[in-house]
């Protein structure tokens, strides 16, 4: 079996089970895709470390299956992140016409001085470290944002509804 069948039939294997997982789910099939698209967008937040917080607090305000929302936030992994916070810092930094940095923003430190700074309450760190590079990531992750959330609820919901009427059909 050549590795490119073999890494295909993995990621076939883990969407089925994340189908599995959420059709098992209490809701409907429009909340649990409302509710797992918010936890996949809010990955592409720069709000690392409060991602499931903010989504739990988004989907309970909204009526989303807030599991399915915490499963979604899964896909803001060690694996995405550096992709998402590339993409979202330079599409910020293009949409407010700035330069772009010479040097690209060490993640961790950055991350770690926002929390800090948040926890500690000291806003003139935050300002003064972390608003910089925030402000052209929280930026670009609007347009994000919105296109991810929006495909994501599209196909997971057409995916819950083609399951829920197969097992209708077959309780028949």
Request: proline share 5%.
């Amino acid at each position: 079996m050549s590795l490119i069948k073999s890494i295909g039939l993995g990621l076939q294997k883990k969407w089925s089970g994340v189908v599995a997982k959420l059709d098992s789910l209490k809701g409907t099939p429009e909340e649990i895709s409302k509710g797992f698209a918010t936890g996949v967008a809010m990955s592409f937040t720069p709000m690392v470390g409060f991602h499931l917080l903010i989504c739990l607090g988004v989907s309970r305000l909204t009526g989303q299956n807030g599991v399915a929302a915490a499963l979604g936030t899964l896909a803001g992994n060690p694996w995405t992140f550096p992709l998402i916070w590339f993409a979202t810092l330079h599409l910020g930094i293009i949409i407010m016409g700035a330069d772009a940095p010479v040097r690209l923003p060490e993640f961790k430190m950055l991350f770690s001085e926002m929390f800090h700074s948040i926890i500690a309450l000291d806003f003139k760190a935050f300002i003064r470290d972390v608003w910089p590079v925030f402000l052209p990531m929280f930026i670009g992750c609007i347009p994000f944002y919105i296109i991810v959330w929006y495909v994501t609820y599209l196909a997971i919901r057409k995916v819950l509804q083609k399951t829920s009427t197969t097992e209708e059909k077959e309780d028949k």
